[in-house]
């Protein structure tokens, strides 16, 4: 069983996916690592992120790479979100997404184009969302949590920026599919957001059984 969890930067995705991915005892991708690797190693090389080229160059990182903790900076978010605009930044980090998905028994992937693009035939699909001034805070509290000294406002236009970029551009741009369910999370702690994406991946995982509840 594929769970495809897609939605903007802090929306709560990535917590929805783990925890979706323990309770149905699945092995969990997040996907935004990968853009990360890649932004921060064309960084690392002194290129700039938005030359294709130079962004290719960079795809080739080793699994030691992701688990970096510069990974986690808005810079490292920052220089995803251009790199991740190439499309061939995004094809050559395609197979490797297309094998997690398809390993026996299935698995959990968050991103931006899994239930669009990498597995647009998951059987159960969510788009995580809420308001930017929501996710600004979440993002915020995380970096100052991990030590560093961000402002508020400045975390929420850097959000506002990613929004755009990811959404506008033509390569595999940030959009619910069609078949996927909105959890909007604004008004929703990390256990009521949690409670919430079970019971929408149950109804779309039995539709017959749950027709009730809609
Ligand atoms: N529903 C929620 N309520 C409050 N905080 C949340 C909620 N969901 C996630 N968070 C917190 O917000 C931050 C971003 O969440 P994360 O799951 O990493 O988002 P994303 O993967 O969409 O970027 C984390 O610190 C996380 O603990
Ligand atoms: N499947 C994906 C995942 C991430 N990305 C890009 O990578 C950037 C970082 O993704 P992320 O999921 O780590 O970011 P957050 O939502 O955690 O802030 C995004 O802004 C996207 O531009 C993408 O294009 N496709």
Known sequence: MIIAVDGPAASGKGTIARRLAAHYGLPHLDTGL???AVGIGVLRAGGDPSVPAEALAACGFGEAMLHDPQLKSEAAGKAASI????????????????DFA????????DGRDIGTVIAPHAPAKLFVTATPE?????RWRELVGAGLAVERDHVLTDIRARDERD???????????????LLDTSALGIEEAVAAAILLVE???HPAANDGDR
């Open 102 to 109: 398809a390993q026996p028994g299935g698995a959990v992937l």
């Open 167 to 181: 959404s506008a551009r033509s390569a595999a741009p940030l959009r619910m599919a069609d078949d996927a369910r």
């Open 34 to 36: 990968l853009y990360r």
């Open 83 to 98: 790199v991740s605009a190439h499309p061939e930044v995004r094809a050559a980090l395609f197979t490797r997404q297309q």
């Open 134 to 138: 929501v996710r600004a805070d979440r």
């Open 203 to 205: 109804r779309a995982l």
